[in-house]
């Protein structure tokens, strides 16, 4: 769990209680006798405090005085448990649309709530977190979520153990195009699209990192199915962006050949680094590890590498 921060830091146990066969008026007037912390639920519970369900406090007004609190309660209203993961938390709040959570405990009983306030502060919380560990930031101490102000020395460690890790990709692509040294010294302009698949590949890997890292959390379908989808998604994307790119290059250096290796490796390309985008971070996540970890140098490095593979291995076969 990230920070091993649970449902139990944001509960507020003062929360209006009733039964589901109690009137309206009979629960407001207790409102004013108990003086509530939290007023967004309502939670019904059983003689033994065990929660039957929640109503939303604004729905409970708006009915007539005199109707039961049945009227306004849904019995399948989400609920989380106090050592809950405060992201996890905020996430199914987001997917059922409640404004606030009830807590329970191992037997159903009512422990009290996670407010909306609470709700919004992890959400706001943990997406800037995830953003710095977008860039490459690793946490060291609480203060990193203010990695702009830290002296120059923690910024330093914050950020140097993955651009470490990018230094040595980089060394692994520099062997990579070595390997290749026959191709390029026989067809230089070879070489002058390389900068333009690696970005293209960076570019469609980052943004399905960024949906992998937030989405991972909200959705409840299977790795397959969103591989599949994910997988597709990258294929039409390298598929037209191939297709725009073949004309332009055939027409500019007169070889089908090398106009045909360069759509299809930015296909393939495209491809990998949207199936990489979501693997990785599924993978961490699999790993106990926080799933934005695999958006950072270490995917970047490992897409430029495969998508130099891909090219120069295609202008090879090609025979460019």
Same mark, same amino acid.
């Given at each position: ?157 914050? @950020? !140097?153990?993955?651009?470490? *890790?990018?230094?040595?990709? $980089? %060394?692994? &692509?520099? /062997? +990579?195009?070595? =390997? ?76 089908? @050949? !090398?106009?045909?290796?360069? *759509?299809?490796?930015?296909? $393939? %390309?495209? &491809?990998? /680094? +949207?199936?990489? =985008? ?43």
């Amino acid at each position: 769990m990230k920070h091993h921060e649970t449902v139990g830091a944001h509960l507020v146990a003062s929360v209006l209680r009733a039964r589901p066969g109690e009137r309206v008026r009979e629960v407001l007037a207790r409102l004013a006798e108990e003086k509530p912390a939290c007023l967004e639920l309502v939670l019904a519970t059983d003689e033994h405090g065990r929660l039957i369900g929640a109503a939303p406090f604004a729905r409970v007004v708006a009915l007539d005085a005199d109707e039961p609190l049945e009227k306004a309660l849904e019995r399948d209203f989400p609920r989380v448990r106090p050592n809950t993961d405060q992201e996890r938390a905020a996430s199914l709040a987001l997917h059922h649309g409640a404004d606030a959570l009830p807590v329970v405990d191992a037997e159903g009983c009512v422990l009290g709530v996670m407010p909306a306030q609470a709700i919004m502060q992890v959400l706001r919380r943990e997406h800037v977190e995830d953003l710095h560990l977008l860039a490459g930031i690793q946490r060291e101490t609480s203060q990193a979520r203010h990695a702009i102000e830290d002296p120059p020395m923690r910024r330093m460690r914050h @950020r !140097l153990p993955w651009l470490l *890790a990018g230094l040595a990709g $980089a %060394a692994l &692509a520099t /062997a +990579a195009m070595a =390997g290749f040294e026959s191709t390029l010294s026989a067809h230089i302009a070879v070489a002058f699209f390389v900068p333009g698949i690696v970005y293209l590949a960076d570019a469609i890997g980052t943004q399905s990192e960024a949906v992998a890292v937030r989405g991972l959390s909200l959705t409840r379908t299977g790795i397959g199915h969103l591989l599949g989808g994910e997988l597709r998604t990258g294929m039409a994307i390298g598929a037209i962006l191939g297709l725009i790119s073949f004309l332009p290059v055939w027409i500019a250096f007169g070889e089908l @050949r !090398l106009a045909a290796a360069v *759509a299809i490796a930015i296909f $393939a %390309a495209g &491809a990998m /680094a +949207a199936a990489l =985008g979501l693997m990785l971070p599924w993978w961490l996540a699999r790993l106990g590890r926080d799933p934005a970890l695999g958006s950072g140098p270490i995917a970047t490095v490992i897409q430029d590498i495969l998508s130099l593979l891909v090219y120069l291995g295609v202008v090879r076969a090609f025979g460019v």
